[in-house]
Structures are given as C-alpha cells and as structure tokens.
Nanobody
Framework: QVQLVDSGGGLVQAGGSLRLSCAVS????????VGWFRQAPGKDREFVAA????????YYADSIKGRFTISSDNAKKTVYLQMNSLKPEDTAVYYC????????????????WGQGTQVTVSQ
C-alpha cells in the first residue's frame, strides 16, 4: 500500500509562483513513477508532469513546459512541482499520483492518488 499527501496549494496572482509537495510513504520501489495531474472546474483531469523516482527522468505536458519543474528528494520521499509564471488557466485542483510505468500520462496507469490541493491564480 502507498500513501500520498499533497500540499502547497493556495491563492496567487498571475505571474506568481507556488511549490507543491507530494510526500510518499508505504511500499515503494526504486522504479516508482510519480505524476502530477490537475482538474479544473468542468474539465477532465489532465496530466501535468511526472518523474521516475530512481532515474529522475522527467516528463511534462506541453501546456506547462518551461514554466513548471518537477523534482524529487529521495531521502525525504517527496516530489515537488515548482510552478512559475502562473496563469489564470492554471487554476485547478492538483493531484499527485504513484504508478509503475515510467513517464505515464494517463490516469489509469496510477493506482495511488493524493487528496488534491487547490491552486487558484487570480488576474
């Protein structure tokens, strides 16, 4: 069993920054893949970024490439999503998730999910 706690959301003005955290506990392996997804009101949940725990390979959605950075602190078993140059369209609930397929971009590849953290970007 794997447990995830995501945090760090909040209200920020456009152009601002936030850093989300995802603390992972329980049974994990070196090949675990940690992803971030987001869901805006009335929209489907979409892939944002992912990192392979051991290799630290990173993957990004085109919509956030160059603005968001995913990283991991393996000793702390925590994955971060640094979000810069935030736009109102980045407003969503952000979820971290754990799976076993490196670079997976579909929800079905992630059996474990955090509770979500709200990010609101004002004009």
């Amino acid at each position: 069993q794997v447990q995830l706690v995501d945090s760090g959301g909040g209200l920020v003005q456009a152009g601002g920054s936030l850093r989300l955290s995802c603390a992972v506990s329980g049974r994990t392996f070196s090949t675990v893949n940690v992803g971030w997804f987001r869901q805006a009101p009335g929209k489907d949940r979409e892939f944002v970024a992912a990192i392979t725990w051991s290799l630290r390979n990173t993957y990004y959605a085109d919509s956030i490439k160059g603005r968001f950075t995913i990283s991991s602190d393996n000793a702390k078993k925590t994955v971060y999503l640094q979000m810069n140059s935030l736009k109102p369209e980045d407003t969503a609930v952000y979820y971290c998730a754990v799976g076993w397929l490196s670079g997976a971009r579909t929800q079905s590849e992630y059996p474990y999910w955090g509770q979500g953290t709200q990010v609101t970007v004002s004009q």
